[in-house]
């Protein structure tokens, strides 16, 4: 018969929490819960805008290559170069653990059919 939904939209949610806050915290220690808040909301935002330019510059990043690859080494090396990783004195092998390794996928050979 009767409908009891709280029917209350988002500017009336800011209301009500301020005024929660205000009941709980009391007038005196509200404004320095607002500073702390706006210190987190400040650190959150640099944080985030660090993140992202830090990975704008990954992104930015592509390896130089010349000319196509003739040979199964010369990919590797080309890979692993971009690591900035010397390819002197490592085996092919060396170089797969290598690209595997920083590509985060798994080195173990036990798990392949």
Known sequence: MFDYSLDILGNEWII???????LILGTNQLPSA???LG???YEFNRARTEVQSQMKNISETTPNISAPVENERQ????MVKTFGINVEGKSDDDLRKIIAKRMGQNTDNSNKA
């Open 16 to 22: 009500i929490i301020f005024v929660a806050l205000v």
């Open 34 to 36: 607002a500073r702390k």
């Open 39 to 41: 210190k987190i909301a």
């Open 75 to 78: 990919k590797l090396e080309t």
